[in-house]
């Protein structure tokens, strides 16, 4: 399990001793573990740590104030990935690299917490590593990372590559991604209190609020690869016409992709969809407990406050779900000028047909 404690830093030169204990430590592990050969020449050198820091390209998982690893991690063109045999790379776009990945002693999850990390700063990541280090192997297919072939160092010796690609791209929904949201939307209606339904709604009733909501407001959905990992919409505040400029938002994330940016990106381009229809306000009503339990959190609070929401109102036990009584609470954006006389809104369906809005966005 990965400690809410760890961060990761770039490494300086005071932590030189550290690092290079812990690649001492790692020779030995990977040696009593059927791997001499990968860094049994003393590699990596101190010379190459140094170098690695200057460049600021040495980075630290630091835990509780402790070096719990240390890798290299860069975006750049790497010389040793431009030729590959036996397979392909799976992309020829930009991309993260990772090397000399090392835990210390005594520690759990730090090679797992950072490669998780450099897939976030790049979403498009390469590693390699040797044919003996099984370990790493296992870890690398664990997480995602795809084999992709073979590579050889800039001395000849050969490595297997890996390759993990998990930039989000965002698109406009259609009714036919309905069955693939209810799996994303399911957990929350019967597992948590995010959301005050009881029951998961149909195919065909997901289906149709889609098509609702896509006449006035846009309804976004977030891929990695294939997979949906999350999506938000917007629908009317409140149906009179004073109310046109303003929205009420919902999001959701896939329940094991929290945390990874998709939420942030995701409110990013339905914020920016709402601009081009001329919306100003954007409410979002969030289920509040008097005290965090199994079923709820305030992180949803701590989200939007990130997202440069403000506290505009809270109802007391005004949700009933799981036997208990739940808050609800209302934060607010501003995400445009409030003038007057006040231009119209264009609906989102108006805009889609005037072909205004890119429907497909890689971030």
Known sequence: MESKDRKIRKANMDDLQQILDIYEYARNFMAAHGNPEQWGDGYPQAEIVKDDIIQGKCHLCVENEKIAGVFYFAQEDDPAYRIIEKGRWQNEDSYGVVHRIASARDTKGVATF???????????????????????????????????????????????????????????????????????????????????????????????????????????????????????????????????????????????????????????????????????????????????DEYLTKDSIFFHEKQGYRMAGRFFECGYKFDRWYDMVWMEKHIGDHKTPQPPVIWFSELEKKGCRDKEDEI
């Open 114 to 292: 950072c490669l998780n990390w450099a897939v976030r700063q790049a979403g498009n990541v390469r590693i390699d590593t040797h044919d003996d280090n099984i370990p790493m192997q296992n870890l690398l297919k664990k997480l995602g990372f795809i084999y992709c072939g073979r590579i050889y160092l800039q001395d000849g010796r050969p490595r297997i590559a890996f390759q993990k690609d998990e930039r989000i791209m965002i698109r406009t929904a259609v009714p036919e991604d309905a069955v693939k949201l209810l799996e994303i939307y399911a957990p929350y209606v019967e597992k948590t209190a995010v959301s005050f339904e009881y029951s998961v709604p149909s195919e065909e009733e997901f289906r149709s609020r889609i098509c609702k909501t896509l006449e006035r407001y846009p309804w976004l959905v977030a891929f990695q690869g294939t997979e949906p990992a999350g999506y938000a919409y917007a629908g009317a505040f409140k149906g009179r016409e004073a109310y046109d400029w303003a929205v009420e938002s919902s999001i959701y994330v896939k329940m094991d992709k929290k945390r990874f940016g998709i939420g942030r990106r995701l409110y990013g381009a339905l914020e920016a969809a709402l601009k081009d229809q001329g919306i100003l306000n954007v409410n979002a009503c969030i289920a509040c407990p008097k005290e965090e």
